[in-house]
T-cell receptor, first 113, second 110 residues
């Protein structure tokens, strides 16, 4: 079974731009969650989508948004990029939801200049 | 505010040692606690624990949650160099939101 895939793997943007990251979950998984990982803040939960609906959300500004398609693939969008948005963005999928443990993708390394 | 605190933040041991990693949590409407292992890539799932207090085991790793103390421990016996990693714990709210601890960086020397 193929694992969680994320594209692109690396991305360089400048302040003020916007970016869209993509995540394809493990086949059959309906829950997709997104996380931001930085050396200073560690791993932080952004949001979870389940069957195309956002089920819960972390404490991030509205510049961070996402969506999930009918095939469970998910996208995350960050608008008006700031230097502090430089991070590793991880997505994870699971059958039932975040509380059961998830399978993580390799991440997208975003650098904002 | 919800928080999860892990200790120690880093640990250096020798192969064959037994280690215990700690995780304490203050999570509103607590649902479960998760342990992950992160090497140079994405975290991999180890255990899910609930307030039932049932111990989970997988090979040399085991974990249990103490609902009175609002804490959990992860034990690794007969450590190997391949156990070197950052170990993360995360508390899960009833709604599914996760709160991660800072992680414990374990280094196992040959």
């Amino acid at each position: 079974k193929a694992g969680v895939t994320q594209t692109p793997r690396y991305l360089i943007k400048t302040r003020g731009q916007q970016v869209t990251l993509s995540c394809s979950p493990i086949s059959g998984h309906r829950s997709v969650s997104w996380y931001q990982q930085t050396p200073g803040q560690g791993l932080q939960f952004l949001f979870e989508y389940f069957s195309e609906t956002q089920r819960n959300k972390g404490n991030f500004p509205g510049r961070f948004s996402g969506r999930q398609f009918s095939n469970s693939r998910s996208e995350m969008n960050v608008s008006t990029l700031e230097l502090g948005d430089s991070a590793l963005y991880l997505c994870a999928s699971s059958l039932g939801g975040t509380q059961y443990g998830q399978y993580f993708g390799p991440g997208t390394r975003l650098t904002v200049l | 505010e919800d928080k999860v605190v892990q200790s120690p933040l880093s640990l250096v041991v020798h192969e064959g040692d037994t280690v215990t990693l700690n995780c304490s949590y203050e999570v509103t409407n607590f649902r479960s606690l998760l342990w992950y292992k992160q090497e140079k890539k994405a975290p991999t799932f180890l255990f899910m624990l609930t307030s039932s207090g049932i111990e989970k085991k997988s090979g040399r790793l085991s974990s249990i949650l103490d609902k009175k103390e609002l804490s959990s421990i992860l034990n690794i016996t007969a450590t190997q160099t391949g156990d070197s990693a950052i170990y993360l714990c995360a508390g899960v709210e009833a709604g599914g939101k996760l709160i991660f601890g800072q992680g414990t960086e374990l280094s196992v020397k040959p």
